[in-house]
């Protein structure tokens, strides 16, 4: 069945640390998303994109930065970790159809990331 | 870009009873509404969605009904079960029609 991973589940970093949290679907979905979830806020967005090569920011892109080198993937990276950005990550993924516009998004199981 | 506002934060109901969530959204090029429902240390699942050509849609004990003009989107539960009790998200797509804004949440509890 097809699917959308995330790795690992979950990290404990230090402030000043990059960090790569990876994310795969096999759906084939030419758009994919990464989303941050704090109690209050719901679920924020931070990049995505649309297909191969493409990158876009979302509403709290600060201090993140993702690339899209093939399909199946989105890497989301901190580069230099900050205990603001300790939260729960999600990645999910959708595809557009022709005339349709936006269509059911699949989340990944989640990341906690926790920086201290 | 699209502005999604959900409310309330927190409903209780006793099972049984109805339970509905109200989102009203800004942008009115908008044509997609869904609801996910987010179990404690899961992840976000899709339980129904609208398109912008009808005005309501059900499945089961859940409905949605969408208010164009108002800009306003419920969600409807009906005879609910102590297993609804789960955040509830509304979104709707942002400026690029692809990826969804989504709203505060709430948080519904299905009292036995």
């Known amino acids: 069945d097809a699917e959308i991973t995330q790795s690992p589940r979950h990290k404990i970093t230090e402030t000043g640390r990059q960090v790569t949290l990876a994310c795969h679907q096999t759906w084939n979905h030419n758009n994919m998303f990464w989303y941050r979830q704090d109690l209050g806020h719901g679920l924020r967005l931070i990049h995505y994109s649309y297909g191969v090569q493409d990158t876009n920011k979302g509403e709290v892109s600060d201090g993140y930065s993702v690339s899209r080198s093939n399909t199946e993937d989105l890497p989301l990276t901190l580069e230099s970790a900050a205990s603001s950005q300790t939260s729960v990550y999600f990645c999910?993924?959708?595809?557009?159809?022709?005339?349709?516009?936006?269509?059911?998004?699949?989340f990944g199981q989640g990341t906690r990331l926790t920086v201290v | 870009g699209e502005n999604v506002e959900q409310h309330p934060s927190t409903l209780s109901v006793q099972e049984g009873d109805s339970a509905v969530i109200k989102c009203t959204y800004s942008d009115s090029a908008s044509n997609y509404f869904p609801w996910y429902k987010q179990e404690l240390g899961k992840r976000p699942q899709l339980i129904i969605d609208i398109r912008s050509n009808v005005g309501e849609k059900k499945d089961q004990r859940i409905a949605v009904t969408l208010n164009k003009t108002a800009k306003h989107f419920s969600l409807h539960i009906t005879e609910t079960q102590p297993e609804d009790s789960a955040v509830y998200f509304c979104a709707a797509p942002n400026t690029g029609r692809r990826a969804l804004t989504f709203g505060s949440g709430t948080r519904l509890q299905v009292q036995p």
């Open positions: 999910a993924s959708s595809e557009t159809k022709p005339g349709q516009g936006s269509t059911e998004a699949f």
